[in-house]
């Protein structure tokens, strides 16, 4: 069983940065891949970025390539996105997922265990 809580979400000029965390319990997330997702209302949620605990492998939605950075610390149980350069169209509800496996996933329905959502406002 793993519990997840996001934080760093907040209010940024478009242009500028922000880190999101994502705080895991248990002992054996560092055998679970984790992937961070957003979500509009009225939209379906979309996948972001995916990092797996093997060889650290990533896969990164097109938009956000060569923006944002997933990361992980196994040490502090914790995993990162890095979002540099964000724009409005970036700003959702950013969950942290993540799935005992070690591939990279993009869908949201095979992810097992969910944070409960961090708020990222772009004003322009």
């Known amino acids: 069983q793993v519990q997840l809580v996001e934080s760093g979400g907040g209010l940024v000029q478009a242009g500028g940065s922000l880190r999101l965390s994502c705080a895991a319990s248990?002992?054996?997330?560092?055998?679970?891949?984790v992937a961070w997702f957003r979500q509009v209302p009225g939209k379906e949620r979309e996948f972001v970025a995916a990092l797996s605990w093997i060889a650290g492998r990533t896969f990164y939605v097109d938009s956000a390539k060569g923006r944002f950075t997933i990361s992980r610390d196994n040490a502090k149980n914790t995993a990162y996105l890095q979002m540099n350069n964000l724009k409005p169209e970036d700003a959702a509800v950013y969950y942290c997922?993540?799935?005992?496996?070690?591939?990279?996933?993009?869908?949201?329905?095979?992810?097992?265990?969910w944070g409960q959502g961090t708020q990222v406002t772009v004003s322009s």
């Open positions: 997922a993540a799935t005992r496996t070690s591939q990279v996933i993009s869908v949201w329905d095979e992810y097992d265990y």
């Open positions: 248990g002992r054996t997330f560092n055998t679970y891949s």
